[in-house]
């Protein structure tokens, strides 16, 4: 696993089967972000049996055959899609097209698991609920910078456990660095990647949603703009935006591609959960100058002050629980609207934020 390139970080954990070999098979479609190599982890971790892989870039499905063994290459999208013993399609094709395949799993009659974002268009949203409501099949969202973290997925314990009282506030900051010669052309172009709001503040609203308690949210100021990368005039390397949630708690996150090539991660993610009774400071990839291991999580309320170090100790439920969901039909890894409304908040954000950069003016 690569710490120093987020596009390519798949964390590994322990294995905690759900199912026995065989009985859930599960097939990708589009390797096109590296994160499909984490979520075929967590899913196959949890005792999905993965069979099938389709791009059309054979050397991408070379690699991914090499980190896989036992996975056979499909000639087409259809030779998985008309596969009968397969009940679920996994996906990290370009964000723009991740809706649309989404539709023709369902259509299928397969679950789908996607990379974020999920939709780079509020249309693409709409017409994933009115397909989940008329299937009644799954479309699972990779969210993995709390799915796949276990200082975050370890912060959301402690809040159900009323470690810190009722959360009123979070600020998350997703700091990524860049890598721009290693970035696919598409990257670069808001319309296909959904723009930074959209992409990487994804992550940032679906763990604001998670640890608020929250069922829907207002975006009341957002903004991106293109500080250093004026070679590419579309692209967006910071973003932030300030949202309340319908429980009152409020929001604020920043992200940006500002990662500095001295950091010994990929960026320095972390999130602060304000309660009524407390507050927890997750330092999810890296606790600077100090240690370099990641999932640290400081807590302090009533009790006093604590320091966790959590790798190996937490886990990653959300893929067992998701297999079981898709098998059983319930909704206890994630609820399905709670992973469309965190997609369709970021776009909205997106849509709405100013461009600090277009409006620079020379000062006189």
Known sequence: ??????????????????????????????????????????LTEAGGTLVSVYDPDKQKVEAFCKSFPGVEPAHSEEEILLNPQIQLVSSA????????????VLDHGKHYFTDKPAF????????????????????????SERLHVESAMFAGQLIEQGAIGRVIQVIGTGPHRANIESRPEWFFDPERYGGILCDIGSHQIEQFLHYAGAKDAQVLHSKVGNYNHQEYPKFEDFGDATLVADNGATFYFRVDWFTPDGLGTW????????????????????????????????LVNGEGEKHFELSGKVGFPFFGAFILDCINGTEKAMTQEHAFKAA????????????ITAMERPLA
Request: glycine residues 14%; contains cysteine.
């Open 1 to 42: 696993m690569d710490k120093n390139d987020g596009m390519n970080y798949a964390p590994k954990g322990s294995f905690n089967r759900v199912v026995e070999d065989g009985v859930f098979q599960f097939a990708v479609i589009g390797l096109d972000h590296g994160h499909i190599y984490g979520m075929c982890n967590g």
């Open 93 to 104: 094709c370009i964000p723009s097209d991740r809706g649309p395949l989404g539709l023709k």
């Open 120 to 143: 780079t268009q509020l249309e693409q949203v709409e017409q994933a609920r009115r397909k989940v409501e008329e299937t009644g099949l799954k479309w699972g969202i990779y969210y």
């Open 267 to 298: 960026g320095d993610g972390r999130v602060t959960i304000l309660g009524t009774e407390g507050y927890i400071e997750v330092r999810k990839y890296i606790d600077i100058a100090r240690d370099a291991s990641g999932n640290h999580l400081y």
């Open 344 to 355: 369709e908040l970021c776009i909205v954000a997106e849509q709405q934020a100013i461009n």
